[in-house]
């Protein structure tokens, strides 16, 4: 039945009430025939309006079929006996939805619809696209009632059913704006504007778009709001792509007040609470995160996982359906399986390819690494991404760079296709290569000042990492062993360094990697031992470093053999081989001067300070930071310029010049906590103390003492203990400073910087009464001073006394 055919159509008004609530019903004119008990011709010539006079049997059965009651059943009965009334029935379908009140999650989007339907010059048509059970129809429909006061000309709305066509959509329509052939909707509008709601345009799409067009065409007032898989596809309609309710973080507290703040957790907690009268108890709700995030925030899924709580814990339905959350359906309902298959399935050929492609994606991604991953040239990515997105299968987050990610139900049902389709494992590959070439990339600004921005790009494809380290250490070792060796910075930046090393341990003792690129495997020994050092295995791991340096020398890699020494000269410095660690650091510096790279000679002349402040020289290692200062202004190297001049107040303090290592001191915290550097901060905050307790100016060190204090913690603490001791040796208190630098010696033991456990072995000593503790910490310091070729400065060989001094050297 064509559109123009319909629009000639006459009746008693009674043909477009029994279509409308047939189609409400979701029954086709053979399905309520049986239903009531009478014959199919009977409805067809009754909505056909064959029929002025039906009989009220019929009319009795067919209300039954339908189960009206109240006021619809009333209003279908004075339909069939040639009555009506003025105003048309509440919309089709409006019933059955939550008022805007009660949606969780979506107070934003409705007040963007409402701002969009009540503007005058907003758009003649809005589309909300997504997959089944996302809240379409729910948020629509809310959207609907809360426009109502903005058409005086009414808001009606239709259910499209399959295989519905044109001229029964627009019966439909014209039956709930009350009248009984669409021609007289302009009289009933009189100019005033009105808006239509057309549900799940995807049942008839050809028809709903030609019904659309129509209307629109013919009715300048009226706008319309639509749902489906897929938009209309008229000129003049502004897509909506719905996507999940926000989940919460994995780390989340564990309790409801928190939970219920993100609307994926909210909903679960509502619908379990509607299956089960007992509270969850308190490991249920520590599992919520974990499955609303596995269930991608997909209103259908929690409310489908949140069903299964009448006979399992949350953590049980975590465990069962955590890993195959397309198999959760509900009788009589469309499964999430067939709700993504029916997307899918919108889909071309190429693009069912490319989205299977896709799918080896964990997080975000960028359109550029779309690109390298599908690899089609038949396929336009940029196109096919905004085809994913206007299908709501995409969501799409940033505003100067986007970064793409496929909702979860979808990616699963994508990973499922490409495994039936025997792509699984070259996609693996695929995603492996394309993360390996991204890492390699980044990996040259993984240091200095571009460091932050760099790890920043690969954080945001922290779990895509994990996932291709897994199935490329199977299927593609030295795809895997590329990925691994550019990865240790960042590992180390974030605090990964025992998983990374793990990787790096694992790949390299592989056979399958023997014979892979040896530059690969020279890097991944650094790297190797450059995160054990991290967690204090250094020394476990300096014949790997020592192996890379001999690769690299062979292979003549200079960057390699500047990398190997570094990090070399760190660590023999772990190990107390301090004599070894110098003359790595010695070796990095001439490489560095040979090639000629500000960057790499700052930091070479920056591994050499601390040596010189062991040998007693401060002049040279002042010397050394002021080249570190010019070279990494040259270079714009923030962060190296900062702790060199940190450094310098260091050096400042121990030649005591204390008002000028205030000084600097000041300045370089105000650059340190730009860096956000706690460590290095506490740091300085313990020079520019120790500086101020020497020079008596006790009530400043007194400040910085309370900055320094850690916060509901007894453990020593050796920048507070080392500070509170020196002013309590100023204020002449010998008892507490001898407490406080025995503690402070008690904090620094076993760390990287044996200069520090010696300054408070020479507090100590100085402030010990007691000769027995005393000559144990002289013993002490005597080792120290042996074990780390520290040699004592001035300063505190004055402060010990030439016998001590004498006792030491003898020692």
Known sequence: MGADKALDQGGTGFDAALRRQRLRAKLTQEGLAARAGVGVRTVRDLERGRSSRPQRTTVGLLA?????????????????????????????????????????????????????????????????????????????????????????????????????????????????????????????????????????????????????????????????????????????????????????????????????????????????????????????IAAVPALVHRLGGLPLAIELAAARGRVLTVPEILDRYGDRVLDLDRPGSVSLRDAVAASYRLLGPLEQRALRRLAMFRYRWSIGLAEQLVDEPRTDVVHLLDRLLELGLLSVRGSRTFRFRLLDVVRDYAAERAAAEGELTDGRRRHARV??????????????????????????????????????????????????????????????????RQWLRRLLDDPRTADADPVVRAWARIGLAQLAREHGAGAEEIESA??????????????????????????????????????????????????????????????????????????????????????????????????ARANLAEVARLDERNDEAERLGRTAMIGLAELGDPGHRRRLLATIGLALAAAGRIEEADSVLEQLRPVGDDAPDGPASVVEAAIAMRRGEPKRAAENFARAAEAYDGTQDPRDVVEALVGLIVCTPDPDERAVAVSRLGKMCRSSGITLLPRERERLGPPTVAVLLDG
């Open 64 to 284: 039954d079929a339908l189960e009206l009651d109240g006021a619809e059943r009333e209003a279908f009965l004075a339909a069939a006996r040639g009555q009506s009334t003025e105003e048309p029935l509440p919309p089709t379908g409006f019933q059955r939805v939550l008022p805007p009140g009660d949606l969780i999650g979506r107070d934003d989007d409705l007040a963007e619809l409402a701002a969009q339907l009540g503007a005058r010059d907003g758009p003649r048509g809005i589309t909300l696209v997504g997959l089944a059970g996302v809240g379409k129809t729910s948020v629509a429909s809310a959207a609907a009632h809360g426009a109502a006061a903005a058409y005086p000309g009414g808001v009606a709305g239709i259910v499209v059913t399959d295989n519905c066509t044109v001229g029964e959509m627009l019966g439909s329509v014209a039956a709930e704006f009350g009248v009984g052939r669409p021609d007289d909707l302009p009289a009933r509008f009189g100019g005033r504007a009105a808006l239509v709601f057309v549900d799940a345009v995807e049942r008839s799409p050809d028809a709903t778009a030609e019904m659309l067009a129509h209307l629109l065409d013919r009715l300048p007032t009226l706008r319309f709001l639509a749902t489906g898989r897929h938009p209309v596809g008229l000129s003049p309609e502004r897509v909506w792509p719905l996507g999940p309710l926000t989940a919460p973080p994995l780390e989340v507290a564990s309790n409801r007040p928190d939970l219920a703040r993100y609307p994926a957790a909210a909903l679960f907690l509502q619908r379990l609470a509607q299956v089960r009268r007992a509270e969850p108890e308190p490991d249920e």
């Open 435 to 500: 993360l390996a070439d991204l890492a390699e990339q980044i990996w040259p600004d993984l240091a200095g000042a571009a460091l932050p921005e760099a790890a920043s790009r690969l954080d945001e494809l922290a779990g895509d990492f994990g996932t291709a380290l897994a199935h490329a250490a199977g299927d593609d070792p030295h795809t895997a062993l590329r990925l691994a060796a550019a990865l240790p910075r960042w590992w180390r930046f974030r605090g990964r360094d025992v998983t990374g």
């Open 546 to 643: 020592a192996g890379a340096l001999t690769e690299f020398e062979r292979l003549d890699v200079v960057a390699g053999q500047l990398t190997a020494h570094a990090q070399l000269a760190a660590l023999w410095m772990s190990t107390g081989a301090y004599d070894e660690a110098r003359e790595h650091a010695e070796a990095a510096l001439r490489l560095a001067r040979r090639g000629g790279d500000d960057r790499d000679m700052a930091v070479a002349e920056h591994n050499l300070v601390w040596h010189e402040i062991r040998r007693g020289d401060l002049d040279a290692a002042r010397s050394r930071l002021a080249t570190v200062d010019r070279l990494a202004g040259l270079c714009g190297e923030h962060r190296l310029r900062v702790l």
